[in-house]
């Protein structure tokens, strides 16, 4: 388990982790959310004892990092898969960790087979691709056979069959019975893998919330109507209670309503339809509304949602924080 409460990193003025406060079970991956900057990267370096927190404090199964006696044996982690010596054989890389960390020489051809590079063990790290160096950083973080596993970005540079196997392996880690916390910014990698999400944007808590109720609150259905009448038809389904949204481009959006009711409606009141399309909201949507107010770096034009209705889909999660809401406010770095 690992528990943060009230941690925080400021660099200058520039607060990096602000007052994150959660806790990461075993048995379940939980995924570590948020956009480029969001300090998912700090955060994870502070759960590991590389970075002072300035206030707050993060602990390993109720311990500090420094405090841990075999670190390795506790908790495996994958931060910078470039981080090792190149002029190092796969094998060597490994047998050093080991050695340095009181792990048993067997270990690492274990790892080097559990992680496919024994074909390649006895060549230099410096000659692998990235999927093959994200690997061999996975096989170090294995080595101790900790309890609880960290990797960040650890599908960056994988080809599809390497992210196949890496979602596998975070399952049957979890699976018996480890703590795997897991970073991206990819919500839809995440939405295959993890059974519970964090969410941060600008430093800040914005979700804590299981991947089931995430994708319940967020990827509900709604019909998207095109009408000559809106305005009699928008009075018609709010009458009819239905929730609607005007969009962009004049259509409307009703929610959690079949397309069914709403066509019998319309006939209802002689009101032509020129389109009726039931829709999906990605959860990759969701993710970008969510932590839209916290992106770092906006591509201009790059809005991420065309609504102008007012209404608070998506919903902030379960989790999310009350007061100034959920990076509401930021208004530049
Ligand atoms: N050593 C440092 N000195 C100053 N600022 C830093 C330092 N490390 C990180 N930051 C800043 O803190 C913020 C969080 O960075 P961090 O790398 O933790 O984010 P991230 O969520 O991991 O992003 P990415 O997905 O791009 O890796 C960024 O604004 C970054 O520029």
Redesign the pocket.
């Known amino acids: 388990m690992i528990e943060l409460e009230g941690l925080t990193k400021r660099?200058g003025e520039?607060t990096?982790v602000d007052d994150l406060t959660f806790t990461v079970r075993p048995g379940i991956v939980t995924g570590f959310l948020?956009p480029?900057?969001?300090?998912?990267?700090?955060?994870m370096r502070m759960m590991l004892g590389l970075d002072r927190p300035t206030s707050g404090d993060v602990r390993i199964d109720g311990r500090h990092y420094d405090r841990l006696k075999d670190p390795l044996t506790a908790i495996g982690a994958l931060l910078d898969a470039k981080a090792m010596h190149g002029g190092r054989t796969a094998y060597n890389h490994l047998l050093c960790l080991a050695q340095s960390n009181g792990i048993p020489r067997r270990r690492v051809d274990e790892v080097l087979d559990t992680v496919g590079l024994t074909a390649v063990a006895r060549k230099k790290a410096k000659g692998f691709s990235l999927g093959m160096g994200q690997r061999l950083g996975i096989a170090g973080a294995l080595l101790g056979d900790p309890r609880i596993l960290m990797f960040d970005?650890p599908v960056n540079g994988l080809d599809p069959e390497g992210i196949h196997w890496i979602r596998n392996l975070m399952k049957s880690l979890a699976g018996q019975g480890r703590t795997v916390f897991v970073s991206s910014?990819l919500m839809s990698e995440m939405a295959l893998t993890a059974d519970h999400l964090v969410v941060i944007g600008q430093?800040r808590l914005l979700a804590d919330t299981s991947m089931p109720d995430f994708i319940a609150r967020n990827s509900r259905g709604y019909v998207r109507v095109r009408t000559p009448q809106r305005e009699a038809f928008l009075d018609a389904l709010r009458a009819a209670g239905m929730a609607v949204a005007e969009v962009d481009g004049g259509a409307l959006e009703v929610d959690g309503v079949p397309a069914e009711r709403i066509g019998d409606l319309a006939a209802q009141h002689r009101v032509t339809l020129h389109e009726l399309s039931p829709q999906q909201a990605s959860l990759e949507e969701a993710f970008m509304q969510l932590t839209a107010e916290s992106v770092?770096y906006h591509a201009h034009g790059a809005a991420p949602s065309d609504r102008r209705d007012g209404t608070d889909r998506p919903a902030a999660p379960p989790g999310a924080r009350a007061g100034d809401g959920w990076g509401a406010g930021w208004e530049g770095k």
Do not use: C, R, W
């Open positions: 660099y520039k990096a948020g480029n900057g969001a300090g998912k990267s700090t955060t970005e910014h430093g770092e």
